[in-house]
């Protein structure tokens, strides 16, 4: 049987190849604590795949804050928590890449598929440097120059469009509600990485990274495509 009609994957980074949600907690914790708002990691659920200037609008109206603050200031205010955020990421190092993802890259490049970032963060590019992977993928996206944000498709179709693949020869992998729905919403199929209960939209849900392998994704593609055509 042949092994994949997979053209492409599409992977965000923040929980899928790394996992630096840890720092984005730390460093809106301390701005929205500086700023007189509680933070707790049950609200930083809600931030992740999240832009920058979305979160900081969350956590300001969750602080009843949403008023208080100029447009200046609120982008001070997030050029405060990445600057802090860039700081602890400096000492990101290969290390930090999650369970299984090295070999998965691996299998999708002796296979010949395409493989892109589809990450929210602006910092992705240079923590892709960091874990030494960028020779991994053919196509980093730009997220400054997509027009609409996750859960909006945009981010994954230009991604493929760069990848030369159609999104229904493509799949998406995410760790983040926001994500599964752009990644369906682009006519994908969708992997998500955790709980059914926040990915539940997804296609195949895997309890972690370790999972991910090109047959597992292959068979669930393939069920994906009789689904589909059903
Ligand atoms: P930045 P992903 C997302 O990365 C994070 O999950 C989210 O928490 C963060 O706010 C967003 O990037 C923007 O990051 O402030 O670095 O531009 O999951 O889409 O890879
Ligand atoms: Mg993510």
């Known amino acids: 049987m ?19 949600a840890e720092f984005h907690y730390i460093a809106w914790k301390n701005l929205a604590n500086r700023i007189g708002i ?23 109206e969750q602080g009843d804050m949403a008023e208080r603050f100029s447009p200046a200031e609120k982008v001070a205010l997030a050029t405060e928590k990445n600057d802090e955020y860039v700081a602890l990421i400096n000492d990101i190092t290969p290390a930090d890449i999650l369970p ?19 990450s929210a963060s602006k910092n992705a590019p ?33 991604s493929a469009a760069h990848l030369g693949a159609h999104p229904s020869e493509c799949v998406g992998i995410e760790d ?5 729905e752009a990644i369906k919403a682009a006519h994908m199929m969708a992997v998500g990485i955790g709980e059914v209960e926040q990915l539940g ?7 972690g990274t370790a999972e991910l392998s ?17």
Do not use: W
């Open 2 to 20: 042949e092994k994949s009609k997979i053209k492409a994957v599409v992977f965000d980074l923040d929980g899928v190849v790394t996992d630096t």
């Open 38 to 60: 509680d933070f707790d990691r049950t609200f930083n659920e809600n931030l992740k795949g999240i832009s920058r200037m979305e979160s900081l609008e969350l956590i300001l």
């Open 100 to 118: 299984g993802i090295l070999d998965f890259l691996q299998e999708l490049k002796d296979h010949g598929i395409k493989t892109a970032i589809a």
């Open 126 to 158: 240079a923590i892709v440097e960091k874990l030494e992977i960028r020779h991994f993928f053919d196509y980093i996206a730009d997220v400054g120059a997509i027009p609409n944000p996750k859960p909006a498709p945009d981010i994954f179709l230009v």
């Open 176 to 180: 983040a509600a926001a994500g599964v």
């Open 201 to 207: 939209g997804a296609d195949l849900i895997l309890d």
């Open 214 to 230: 090109l047959n597992e994704i292959s068979n669930a593609f393939l069920e994906f495509k009789n689904g589909e055509s059903a």
